[in-house]
């Protein structure tokens, strides 16, 4: 579905890339690696493509199986984080690196960085990280990484609204101890919801300004306006409310961690977790690649046979701003895949109708690029009910076909 922007949706869509190429955006990933790995089933001779957000999901791919991950993002401020990741994993002991990115949190982050994990990185991720490694030092109202980057901010605007504001911190943590969805249920019913969602809040997050500050472009904003009942405002109610009332909460890292600003040993990513740690320092990181650049541009110049693509939502706001460069984005991307290549992304919308339509020319002929894909809508559809995080309209899986099959 291609969106027509509205001249104020214009001037947004410039905001968002002010502030998308400027800032930290994403401070950890709000993709379902779980989910993600029952739809690529990763194996030792898979090379991925990943655009890489904050990272975490390019180092779970690793752990899963894959033999090569690449980590491609347009914003150098992303591929510097998982840079810094890295570098603290080579580098740093488990109980050091979970202060930085488990709790998010560490009183010697600036001697850390100095001493171990400043001349592992290159010169753009050190001259950021010389400047904001304060970021993970804690103190201040933002004591926490992960109140930190346009995303933590946000999370960080909307945690002090309910807790100081609308008096919701006893229940708030009364939720994060709760141990079943029964119980979720009953204490965000009863205690959360009538306080939390006033007009106010909804007016807030509905704001195509708000949303820059969660990495959501204007096109992506108008989907949700064009496919959803009520709206942005009642999209995003609706999302939160089915991760708290129909699934388990206590290993729901995703949004734990802004309710509480850091991860537990016990709530937490892959990579956090002790034995992973020690298997990505093992040697696994060596099939990782971090490579700031478009999609395009990277498949144009990496060597073919790339097996396995997550292209996350960033094709939402490509279809109505750049159709042209998303276009040429799949032609990239058809001519590196391996042959029987698997290809996963995420929408705002309730669908993805765009992306069949989009023009590509194959063995000399113009044809829809839904005739090249062949699509597990089943299995899509059972993982998408799963989802941990739940902000998105839809989940894809699909396989890309020959011309003439």
Known sequence: MSVTLSAKDKVSARLFKAVHSRNLIYNTCWEDP????????????????????????????????????????????????????????????????????GRGCCDRAKELYCDALRDELLPFAR????????????????????????????AKLVLTNAQTFKRLRRPIEELLAARSVDEQRQLYETRI??????????????????????????????????????????FIRDRFETVITRLPFADNYFWRVYLQGGYTPECCPEYLKPENFQRLKDGLLDRLHIRTS?????????????????????????????????REEWHALLDNARPASRVIFRSAGLNADFVDAIRVRRQGRDMELGRLLRYDRPLAAALHVRDRVHTYGSFHIADLLEAGD
């Open 34 to 101: 779980r989910l993600d790995r029952v739809a690529l089933d990763l194996q030792p001779h898979d090379r991925v493509l990943v655009i890489t957000s904050a990272g975490c999901n390019a180092l779970d791919y690793l752990l899963a199986g894959a033999g090569e991950v690449n980590a491609v993002d347009m914003n150098p401020i992303q591929n510097a984080l998982l840079e810094l990741k890295v570098a603290g994993i080579r580098q740093l002991d488990h109980a050091a690196f979970f202060k930085l990115f």
């Open 127 to 154: 001259r950021y990280w010389d400047r904001h490694i304060s970021m993970f030092e804690g103190g201040g109202w933002r004591q926490s990484f992960y109140y930190r980057g346009t995303s933590g901010l946000l």
């Open 193 to 234: 919801r009538d306080a939390l969602w006033s007009p106010a809040l909804r007016w807030f997050l509905s704001r195509t300004a708000t949303m820059s500050l969660m990495g959501v472009p204007a096109a992506q904003r108008q989907q949700i306006v064009a496919q959803y009942p009520g709206g942005v405002g009642s």
């Open 294 to 326: 478009s999609v395009t541009n990277f498949l144009r110049q990496a060597p073919p046979g790339i097996s396995k693509f997550v292209l996350l939502d960033h094709m939402d706001w490509m279809s109505s701003r750049h159709p042209e460069a998303l």
